[in-house]
């Protein structure tokens, strides 16, 4: 058996216990235990415990939003709605205590970091999966609004009520309306011969990012953000 489908086994054994423990180093050994993996191999593939699990529930989450995107018929669909759609695929195939877990350990100090480069990952994959091919300092700034956006669309979704989740559809909406206003003010500005001369040195380092070397589910590796050459 691969890696990969080693890791998937200890994903799935390990949801079931979530909700009562949390991503922790009680729920990887639950997993193990019912899912028959040696524990040597298990602890070599989530050497941080609980949290690589959640990192690999994470990427999960994010391969299967991708699979579905690629189902969908997008081409009659403003490209906004095209992103709306996916980060409503991407909700859809995430469990909510599963994700209420995950926030909560994501928001400790030590863990922060990994939880924004998961949350860049799936931006991401998203904008990837959706065609983009900049490489500029536009590569940056689409992935870093849409993480935003995402971000505090999954915190909104996780207390969300509606019928058919309508609240964060129309919570989504006003997010994205928000991100389309600051890109033609930015279009406006890139324009404006004072606007290039303001702009001139913070797109100067921004132009130097590419996009990052996305690392596999490797035992201690996350999804990389964004670095300069």
């Known amino acids: 058996m691969e890696a990969s489908d080693v890791r998937e086994k200890l994903v799935e054994a390990a ?13 990887l050994r639950a997993a193990i235990a019912d899912s028959g993996v040696e524990p040597g191999l298990a602890h070599a593939l989530f050497p941080r415990g609980g949290v690589d699990l959640a990192l690999a529930y994470h990427a999960r989450g994010d391969r299967e939003m991708i699979r579905r995107l690629a189902e969908e018929d997008l081409a009659a669909l403003r490209f906004r709605d095209r992103i709306a759609r996916a ?3 991407r909700l859809e195939v995430s469990d909510r205590e599963a994700v209420q877990r995950g926030t909560t350990l994501f928001a400790l100090p030590q863990h922060s ?11 991401d994959a998203i904008w990837t999966a959706l065609g983009d091919t900049s490489d500029d300092v536009n590569w940056y700034t689409k992935r870093a609004t849409l993480s935003a956006v995402y971000g505090a669309t999954v915190l909104y979704w996780l207390g969300d009520d509606s ?12 997010r994205i309306e928000g991100v389309m206003r600051f890109e033609k003010a930015k279009a406006a500005l890139a ?3 004072l606007g290039k001369a303001l702009m001139a040195g913070p797109l100067k380092v921004l132009d130097r ?8 589910d490797l035992p201690g590796q996350d999804r990389a953000g964004p670095r300069p050459d």
Do not use: C, Y
Request: aromatic share 8%; charged share 20%.
């Open 191 to 193: 324009k404006n011969p």
């Open 15 to 27: 949801l079931p216990h979530v909700a009562f423990d949390g991503w922790s180093g009680a729920t």
């Open 163 to 174: 019928s058919g989740h309508q609240a964060v559809r129309d919570f989504l909406d006003r």
């Open 113 to 123: 970091a990994a939880g924004a480069r998961a949350i860049w990952g799936t931006a």
């Open 87 to 89: 980060v409503m695929l």
């Open 209 to 216: 990012i590419r996009p990052p070397r996305i690392a596999e």
